[in-house]
């Protein structure tokens, strides 16, 4: 993803990479490239961050101290990790989402609704396919796609991950979310909502990763504009 962001940004007059953080110490690139945040010393408008939920600590510690805006693009954070995330946001603007497409944040939109308006008398149930190496179940973007039906459904909802352990008929306030792994199979999330003799599909497909990318190249525009601390989302980048 950082290469793909590399990539995009390279085609763009008014963005420049001033640096890269990378643990293998990659080479070969028109910008240096250390091995932690820390040891970048210049400054920068935004940092954005496409690597693992093991790098949030010294993201933050950077970002805090040198108060630079930080676009979080990376899934499976611990609930202690987004206090965290919550409590930098207080400090330095912080961006971030579990899928920087356009595509799918409009998807969740959608999901709003339709649940709004078919309501407990459909069930919902989210399927999500992703690449054999892919590590988290379910992937953020299905919880993401999860935490939109829930808003706007008049029950409580109760996610449901698994359902071989599960010996009874389904409750009205579940949302079912599956996983599948295998090949490599960029993204794909299809949400379900099944009624009496009839069923509702919403579906998105991403086929590269450069969605994934321009999303967060627009992310990091927004971030950089809006000048004060806070938790800003897709949503707001959407709102414009």
Same mark, same amino acid.
Not at 135 to 142: E, F, K, Q
Not at 208 to 229: E, N, T
């Given at each position: ?117 078919? =309501?407990? +008398?459909?069930?919902? #149930? ?6 054999? *190496?892919? &590590?988290? /179940? ?56 099944? =009624?009496? +003799?009839?069923?509702? #599909? ?6 590269? *990763?450069? &969605?994934? /990318? ?27």
């Amino acid at each position: 993803m950082g290469k793909t962001v590399a990539s995009i940004i390279d085609n763009n007059p008014d963005m420049r990479i001033v640096a890269g953080i990378d643990i293998t110490h990659a080479e070969n690139e028109s910008f240096p490239v250390f091995s932690a945040p820390s040891a970048f010393t210049a400054t920068a408008d935004v940092v954005v961050d496409f690597s693992v939920s093991e790098a949030l600590d010294g993201l933050l510690e950077y970002c805090l101290s040198s108060n630079t805006p930080l676009l979080l693009c990376t899934t499976g954070y611990t609930p202690e990790q987004i206090e965290q995330i919550e409590k930098a946001s207080e400090t330095i603007p912080v961006f971030r989402s579990a899928n920087m497409s356009l595509g799918i944040n409009l998807l969740a939109e959608l999901i709003k609704q339709a649940c709004a308006i078919l =309501g407990s +008398d459909f069930d919902v #149930e989210i399927v999500e396919r992703h690449h054999r *190496r892919k &590590v988290d /179940a379910p992937s953020g973007t299905a919880l993401m796609l999860a935490d939109a039906a829930a808003s706007a459904l008049p029950n409580d909802a109760q996610y449901v991950y698994e359902r071989q352990s599960i010996r009874q008929a389904r409750n009205n306030n579940e949302i079912g979310i599956s996983a599948v792994r295998g090949g490599t199979i960029v993204g794909e999330h299809d949400v379900i909502f099944a =009624g009496l +003799d009839e069923v509702i #599909e919403l579906r998105h497909a991403a086929n590269s *990763r450069d &969605v994934f /990318a321009v999303g967060a190249v627009r992310a990091a525009a927004y971030l950089a504009s809006v000048g004060k601390p806070g938790l800003y989302t897709m949503s707001d980048l959407m709102r414009g």
